[in-house]
């Protein structure tokens, strides 16, 4: 008996407005490999601590109740990193192409094999996280090597695949003026970036990080002041980014 291609779940939204364009039904995939010390979804990290078990199948449905509402947006899968369960998406991406659902990833770029690769090209869009361009300091924050998601970013624009890049803007972390200088250099080379988001750090994630016990550094890390936000904006758009800037 063949097995059934089932994903592990943390949550789903039917009516998000922040995981791409337009009105989007994002789904949260549990499990990651990164342990990013601004995380606020700590409770994706392990993939055996999933709130429920869905086939593709199960998930389209849902996907289907509110296909009214989503056909100027789409669905987003996230997570944790969503990546980790690219069987998964490839099926359900594959349900969604059939009746012209606007597919988006959102990952960090760290799980790249042939199978990733296979859901990436189901998907019109791919919002990359490069949460660091130093190669130290990105273990510092992630835990994990740069280099994976360097190679997903070169075959992104190698296959022309439209892309968001996303960029935490942590104090103390990601905000010296000479690393924002080389993040934006480097991806100013790429030409299938559509859109570049600085995303402040906040605090919302401390209660997660309580309930599951664990040492949380960032808790004395304060947001962004709007000074420093405008200093990384006009890093960026000095080397032309596709800078979208909240209103």
């Known amino acids: 008996m ?9 949550s789903f939204e039917s009516f998000g407005t922040k995981d791409g364009p337009g009105i989007r039904f994002v789904l949260f995939l549990q499990g990651c490999p990164l342990r990013c010390l601004y995380c606020h979804n700590v409770d994706t990290w392990n ?9 593709p199948e199960e998930v389209f449905k849902e996907i289907m109740k509110v296909k009214g509402f989503i056909k100027t947006g789409g669905v987003t899968v996230s997570g944790g990193e969503p990546l980790v369960q690219s069987d998964f998406i490839i099926e359900l991406f594959k349900l969604c192409k ?11 770029g760290y799980i790249f094999t042939e ?22 300091k990105y ?22 695949k439209p892309v968001w890049l996303r960029y935490v803007l942590v104090p103390g972390y990601s905000d010296d003026p000479k690393d924002l200088e080389d993040w934006a250099k480097y991806c100013s080379k790429f030409k299938n970036v559509e859109r570049v988001d600085i995303l402040p750090f906040h605090q919302m994630g401390t209660p997660k ?4 016990k664990k040492e949380y550094k960032l808790r004395e890390t304060p947001t962004p002041t709007k000074e420093e936000i405008k200093m990384a904006e006009e890093i960026f758009m000095k080397y032309e980014l596709p800078l979208y800037k909240v209103k």
């Open 2 to 10: 063949e097995k059934k291609n089932i994903g592990y779940i943390y």
């Open 47 to 55: 993939l055996k601590d999933y709130q429920k078990v869905m086939t």
């Open 98 to 108: 059939e009746v012209g659902i606007h597919t988006c990833i959102d990952t960090s």
């Open 115 to 136: 199978k990733a690769k296979q859901a990436i090209e189901l998907a019109d869009l791919v919002m990359l996280d490069i949460k660091h361009i130093d190669q130290e």
């Open 139 to 160: 273990k510092t924050l992630t835990a994990v090597n740069l280099a994976p998601t360097l190679k997903m970013a070169d075959y992104l624009e190698s296959i022309n």
């Open 209 to 212: 990080w309580d309930k599951m």
